[in-house]
């Protein structure tokens, strides 16, 4: 759920990325980071190990301008990919107000990306949140691969109620930004019923 600090008049909205390890989540956030102005002293926050994976998370925050006069604020984290981390990833998604899942659509990558999605219904369930009240899109990146799988059979076998899907090379910042605004807007309609 959205945190409220009435004292500064601003919203903050947790969007979490997730997916298989090595999707391009991180490149996501990095891509975003790259683009976006910065405040003095303003960082994307990410823990990786030797081998350039994201061992935690990465947080990034981001201003979106104003609802009902409050600033909002959406702040970005990813999930290890890993199946090592499953404990990581329940943690982050708490308090979640949106997900964006991130597949690999390179052909071999489909029973990774099938079992990550199946781990975040879990995870969501088990820390209750209803994955079909929760503003969530699809991303279906490396689009620039040879041997990606085609969109239309990534959507019959990953979508799960409709959701809005971007196709995307994170690396280059191609649809990196239509995912979030994808996001960003599911999210705002939310706090705008609420």
Not at 52 to 61: A, C, G, S
Not at 68 to 86: D, E, I, K, W
Not at 144 to 168: C, H, I, Q, W, Y
Request: with cysteine.
């Amino acid at each position: 759920m959205s945190f409220t600090n009435s004292a500064v008049r601003e919203v903050n909205c947790k969007i979490v990325y997730y997916g298989a390890g090595l999707g391009g989540k991180t490149t996501n956030l990095q891509w975003i980071f790259d683009q976006t102005p910065h405040r003095d002293g303003e960082k994307m926050l990410s823990l990786a190990t030797e081998h350039d994976r994201t061992l935690f998370f990465d947080f990034l925050p981001l201003d979106l301008g104003k609802v009902r006069n409050m600033t909002v604020r959406l702040h970005l984290y990813t999930v290890p990919g890993q199946a090592a981390f499953h404990a990581s990833r329940k943690l982050i998604l708490r308090g979640v107000d949106g997900v964006v899942f991130v597949a690999d659509s390179e052909c071999g990558r489909m029973d990774a990306n099938l079992e990550a999605l199946g781990d975040l219904e879990r995870n969501l369930q088990e820390v209750g949140e209803d994955f079909h009240q929760l503003p969530y899109v699809l991303q279906f990146n490396k689009r620039d691969l040879s041997k990606a799988m085609p969109a239309g059979e990534m959507k019959t076998l990953l979508s799960r109620k409709n959701e809005p899907v971007f196709e995307a090379i994170a690396s280059q910042g191609v649809g990196v930004l239509e995912t979030l605004k994808g996001i960003g807007r599911l999210v705002l309609a939310r706090l705008r019923e609420g």
